[in-house]
């Protein structure tokens, strides 16, 4: 197993929902480590280089008024295999398909409305953590457990 570290983003339905604690909960309960975390409200320019795959697509007009409708709470996690456990923790990215006693499963509304982003490969997740990460914003973990 590799140690891996991870981007999440709490959308604001979690911060309007005030559920980040619940759902940060449930990662600590599996041992990972924080090594950022920083509430932010995410520019034009950011959003659309985060979601550049969809940019040129017609719903991404409502992705940018959602996800600039409240700040978001950036977080950086370090743990074994992290990038895709935390996805199973997280259920599918439709909340509608999502089972019950996953976070979206839970808590999320749809497609969009799904509480957090979190990187989906090893790649992207280096990407994601140093878009939104200055260097001196990640920290050594004091231990991880997972």
Do not use: W
């Given at each position: 197993?590799?140690?891996?570290?991870?981007?999440?983003?709490?959308?604001?339905?979690?911060?309007?929902?005030?559920?980040?604690?619940?759902?940060?909960?449930?990662?600590?309960?599996?041992?990972?480590?924080i090594?950022?975390?920083?509430?932010?409200?995410?520019?034009?320019?950011?959003?659309?280089?985060?979601?550049?795959?969809?940019?040129?697509?017609?719903?991404?007009?409502a992705?940018?008024?959602?996800?600039?409708?409240?700040?978001?709470?950036?977080?950086?996690?370090?743990?074994?295999?992290?990038?895709?456990?935390?996805?199973?923790?997280l259920?599918?990215?439709?909340?509608?398909?999502?089972?019950?006693?996953?976070?979206?499963?839970?808590?999320?509304?749809?497609?969009?409305?799904?509480?957090?982003?979190?990187?989906?490969?090893?790649?992207?997740?280096e990407?994601?953590?140093?878009?939104?990460?200055?260097?001196?914003?990640?920290?050594?973990?004091?231990?991880?457990?997972?």
């Amino acid at each position: 197993m590799a140690i891996e570290t991870t981007l999440i983003l709490f959308k604001p339905d979690a911060i309007e929902k005030n559920i980040t604690g619940d759902v940060l909960t449930r990662y600590q309960a599996e041992g990972f480590a924080i090594r950022g975390i920083k509430m932010m409200q995410l520019s034009e320019d950011l959003l659309r280089e985060h979601y550049a795959h969809v940019a040129h697509l017609t719903f991404y007009p409502a992705i940018e008024k959602f996800m600039t409708s409240s700040p978001v709470i950036a977080l950086a996690l370090e743990g074994e295999n992290v990038i895709e456990r935390v996805r199973d923790i997280l259920g599918p990215t439709n909340s509608t398909e999502a089972p019950a006693g996953t976070v979206r499963g839970d808590f999320g509304e749809n497609m969009m409305v799904n509480v957090c982003h979190a990187s989906d490969s090893p790649e992207a997740a280096e990407i994601e953590v140093n878009r939104f990460f200055k260097p001196e914003e990640i920290f050594a973990p004091s231990c991880a457990t997972a």
